[in-house]
């Protein structure tokens, strides 16, 4: 048995994850981000102690997925967005009172292990998950391993230029992706077409410009409002172009799309495909399979407790 | 001993590599693209032969970079850019006439591996090499391994999007980085930038319009010119916006820049440094070490020879 953790904002999930890959057992608390580093490290080991003992301590390892930075040599947090990890020695800590190994990674790494070894890339080794939230996360995986560049921050798609004279974003660049393919993007379009068309049905579903989110014009494009359509048909375009880069790159045997516009189906995936299957660059038969993550968010738990 | 072969539009060029990666005889025959595909073959073969003399017939392998894509599970060319080679079964052909076990690869992809394992980056195992020419190369090495995607065909960064709404590709996108950044890019910016400069010393450096090549800008900043210093500027800048999604998506341990253009030395490398340092994604002290390629056309046959 292996426990894998998925720290959060908002709370820390833990999983006990069995041989199989199956979550056997899952508990969760709140992050507390507002008691210092000691008390949250007190917190984890509290809920690793926890989960550990419904395996009788027979815990091989235990794996975190952190919304940051990890250093791939010494596994200290380097970085960690909001939560106070980057100035303790978590993984020495959670080592000493647990005596369990222990292993920190990025949670878009994790997610898309998770993805490769149990979910929707569970057929292939190599694979490529690009999820589409607050920013675009990314995980890459070769040969059923995390690939983590020279210093553990390789994959950072979400801030790839896709535009060289494009908006400016808060790393430093212009034009990075996530400023056209995040839901923030979305949301940033989907008001600018409402102030823009103030008869779409986009101002009834949403309520007002305030409450506009990532669904709004997708259910005003099916409720067969063209400015709503035309929301989506602009997010697809950049979304596609960051994807086809992707697959040009990598030419991964999966591309798996992750986070909460996933939801949308068919409705995201149909013109997605069809625009990367024009536009990739490689001949021949194989190639990579587009695919919808599976595993929401037990990916970063399945994931996590596969580390190593 | 091995022999190394790169295999180019014009000549066949041929060398004995020994084993500290030193090429220790070479030969080069012209590229007969005229007379068929069973005449090409055959002289591919005569010239192994008469490498494999030299050799006393102690040959391990030949590997051979071409200008196209091979099927990674056949050995099979599947496209070779100008040159009969693709309805052939050269690897067969070669392993029956000479007795030595063949490999065959991208020409990108083999000068990456020859300057990571000899040359500009041989003190590293993973980087990336950008070959800057009429197009834009790309060879990815991890492990020491070229890197090549579930269908032979990873790498495409001449076919990343940097402008959505760019120029259009023969490739069928827009915004490719190659139409940007390569030194057909460089000339057509150059000739643009004479024709709205009708004073602008590149017109003396050159000689005339159809005569700008890819040193007239360099040239004309060098002696002062400020249309030929906006034109490095411009061109520096969409290679570096490239250059840093590279640094970002892969964190190599080197990013190894190769082609003509290299020759500028650090009037590119410096710029492109500064830009790279400034915007890259990554936090710590362990950063991609920029170089230039330091085995010019020898990095294709070290590198095709030790294919494997």
Redesign the interface.
Known sequence: MKIGIDLGGMSVKAGLVNDDLKIVYKEAIPTDIENGKEKLAKDIIGLINRVAEKADGKVESVGIGIPG?V?KFTGRV??CNNIPLADIDLKGEIERETGIPCFINNDANVAALGEVLAGAAKNYK?AVMITIGTGVGCGIV?DNEI???????????G??????DGLKCA???Q?CFEL?ASVTALIRMTREAMEQNPDSKMWEIAGSLEKAGGKTSWDAMRAGDAAGKAVVDKFI??LA??L??VV??????ALIIGGGISKEGEYLLAPLREIIC??R????????DIVIAELGNDAGIVGASQLC
């Open positions: 930075d250093d380097i970085y190599d070769m690939y983590l560049g020279c210093n553990g921050a390789a994959g950072e798609i801030h790839h230029c896709i535009e060289v790393c430093g660049r034009g056209y375009r950049y172009a960051g086809v880069n040009n790159i990598f030419q991964p045997e024009r536009e660059y490689s001949r021949g038969k194989i190639q990579a």
